[in-house]
């Protein structure tokens, strides 16, 4: 950028927008002022934390356990019970909060794995070069091109105790390599820049250049990242669950449709029992995916349009 | 004394680094206390590289830098740190210089956390302040602002002061002003000529003649990653010896005489007929003055 | 006279108001004039030059007209400028190398620009050629990719194609900044010749670079913080500056060919005035060693003598 460019940045922040609103405060505040103005981010948002406060309040509201028998078999949704009941005389609500509980546990272990794991790599990748960067990468590719579900369900199945945790290991084991493999190319760009020389010429070793300079620079995209992360482990564990391959002591909306659909809830009409937890994954997730299109719009000026 | 001694890089590029490139070839110099030597090339000459090898940023392929006798090429960990204090880079682009996420002080706060830790606040206050007036700056307003708030003058400068912090010796300047203002130029030039009173010996790497002219004890020009001529300034520019340095001393624009009419007819970057004679050792010409021709014509 | 600017303003809006970048600059280009506009970041040469052939982004006309050849051009109006680019007014960009596309040869790349145009390839190649051997290029250039050619090839493809509809204006924006100092004397010359062999009719450059306006240009043209500051033929400027930024400037500048430790050069103290809310009066007041009193009132560009425009108190 030209001296003079870097002036007019100075002066005005976010050129590149045609439409001037308000005059928006500067540094720091200017990202909150953008977020709480972006559409997509506030949709995305409600959506999701409406499905968290359910989540997380949605077990004391209810006094029936979600494996809990002995309910009217098949009622549909009346004031006893608020979805109604199972095939086999379970309440549907129950298990539904349940269900989203066990949604959001798994996503944010899963998330986080995956997270550390990419970070990881693809800061190691993308900082140092060389041989590193190529058995890394090889390590990288390998796991990206077994086939995660195909892997996940054989292990599953070889697995006697399946629990909720080991769950989220295995898909966070399982997904990292799209998110190293983004960080390193950031990581690449970012570490030619003069000022990680810099600090090189400072006394900083690797792992503070990393820490200290390079992800802060990168910190809206590593968040965007974890977001996506979270999601994508989500619709996996539902997967899995789907197939009777998740926990089978744990109550999770993947299993709930598996019993459905074992029990013929499609042809006899028992809307009340699949429905909920097709409809929660799909908000929680769509959710999640257009608040990540909305923060990118609120990190990146340039995306910005009004 | 910093030395060179026959440094060479070579990078491999092509599957499985078949090809070599070599951006840098056996080049020797040295740099002594309170001398400022100017290396110049054009791009893709190799002078980057030479300023990065010397800071450690890039390792030398064959050759060895030597500061004071002791090899530097190989050193890592508290060695390296070590090597740091005597020896530091400015570079190209100021607010490139700078993490765009934190404010401009915090290049001093690096040095802090990694040399100085021990210093109590108020003795470390005084040595910033004390650091920035020595490059001509208020200490009032260059601290506790963002660098696009600074102008790329005073970003420079704060990067010199950062660099005086520890016990440099040495200091690697790599196109310092050519993002400057020609206003704001010359204070900085002159900066490094103090620095050179004070005893510091300075690499000043740039493709601008006139500066090279300016401050220069000693003058190396580049090219194509060898060193085609070097010597004394006054002797370089006054009586060039290789036909390379002929054609740049020619093509630079004066504000004193207008180019020779006909004079070397214009050569675009990367054309040219120049004789392949990059191959020629360097030939003494004076006690102060070399070059890579082919015996006497 | 070829081009007539008289009294432009040109602002960027911004957030926080308008950056008066060009803030009311009246001047004249002769024909087959070579004129150089100088100064540094800031000082609205940029600014100037986009204006005369496209205003992008937040930048707005805000008042003055600009004319070519006599004819009045709608530098407000991209839509009725369009018939102007490339024809009247254009433009040799920066960074050569990335101006043309790399996946196409040169060859269909200028049909297509021509085409655009509305000018027909066929009929122009002939004229084409004999330009690119004017430059020291061969036919077959037209048929190799732009990959294929060196960067000093490339430099003289986009001058050629920016000039081969004989523009009455050609605009040179920082075309000698990022080159090397053999290229750059290479590029200083062929514009010279352009010129010379009637190519282009007017040409205005624009560098932060005196010594290679003094090496090429007919008059220098000297600006600050979006104002006209001295006009004068290139020897005039360097030799005998009116104004006391200019000669600050030039004193400042090591092409001059002294040596540290005989004479040392001085900067300019201080920082351009801030062009969201610029000063009232002279706005090198407060950098300048003449000041006085009357600098409050800005002074007018005027003509000194003959060819000689200065706006200071003190040089008139």
Known sequence: MTTTEHAIEALDPQHGVTTPVATPPRGRNETLYFALRNRKLLIGLTVVTAFLVLAIVGPWLTDAEPFEFGFPTGEPPSRAHWLGTTASGQDVFSQFVYGLRSSFIVGALGGCVAALIGMAVGFAAGYRGGVVDELLSMLTNVVLVIPTLAVLIIVAAYLTVRGLVAEALLIGLTSWPWAARAIRAQTFSLASRDFVSLARLSGSRGWQVIVREIAPNMSSYLFLTFILLFGGAILTAATLDFLGLGPSNTMSLGLMMNTAVISSALQLGMWWWFVPPGLGITAIVGGLYVMNVGLDEVFNPKLRRT | MLTLDTVSKTYRVGTFGGKAIEAVSHVTFDVRPGEVVSLIGESGSGKTTVGRMILRLTPVTSGAITLDGKDVSGLGGGALRGYYTHVQGVFQDPFSSYNPVFKADRVFELVRRAYLSNLSKSEWDDKVRASLEAVGLEPGDCLGKYPHQLSGGQLQRILIARALMLELRYLVADEIISMLDASTRIDVLNLLGDLKERGVGILFITHDLSLGNYISDTTLILRRGRIVEMGATEEVYGKPAHQYTQMLLTSVPHLTERWAPGAHAPVMAGEGTEAEDGDAPLIRLTDDHFAAIRGET | ?316
Do not use: N
């Open chain 3, 1 to 316: 006279m070829s081009l007539v600017v008289d009294d432009l303003r040109v602002y960027y809006r911004t957030l926080r108001g308008d950056v008066k970048a060009l803030d009311g600059v009246s001047f004249t280009v002769a024909d087959g004039e070579i004129m150089g506009l100088a100064g540094e970041s800031g000082c609205g040469k940029t600014t100037l030059g986009k204006s005369l052939i496209r205003l992008e982004g937040r930048m707005k006309h805000m008042g003055g007209t600009v004319s070519l050849e006599g004819e009045l051009l709608p530098i407000e109006d991209d839509r009725a400028m369009a018939k102007y680019r490339f024809r009247q007014v254009s433009i040799v960009p920066q960074y050569a190398m990335s101006a043309l596309s790399p996946t196409r040869r040169v060859g269909r790349l200028i049909a297509d620009l021509l085409e655009a145009r509305g000018a027909r390839f066929e009929t122009m190649r002939p004229e084409l050629v004999r330009r690119l051997s004017v430059v020291g290029l061969s036919e077959d250039v037209l048929e190799r990719y732009p990959i294929e050619l060196s960067g000093g090839m490339k430099q003289r493809v986009v001058m050629v194609l920016s000039t081969l509809l004989d523009p009455a204006l050609l605009i040179a924006d920082e075309l000698t900044s990022a080159l090397d100092v053999s290229t750059q004397k290479a590029v200083a010359e062929l514009l010279v010749e352009f010129r010379d062999r009637g190519f282009v009719k007017s040409t205005i450059v624009i560098t932060h670079d005196l010594s290679i306006l003094y090496q090429m240009a007919d008059t220098i043209l000297v600006m600050y913080a979006g104002k006209l500051v001295e006009k004068a033929p290139a020897d005039a400027i360097v030799e005998s500056p009116r104004h006391p930024y200019t000669q600050l400037l030039l004193a400042s500048l090591p092409e001059s060919g002294v040596r540290y430790e005989e004479e040392r050069l001085t900067g300019i103290p201080g920082r351009p005035p801030s062009l969201l809310s610029p000063p009232t009066g002279c706005r090198f007041r407060d950098r300048c060693p003449l000041a006085f009193e009357r600098c409050e009132e800005e002074p007018p560009f005027v003509e000194l003598e003959p060819g000689r425009h200065v706006a200071c108190w003190k040089a008139a």
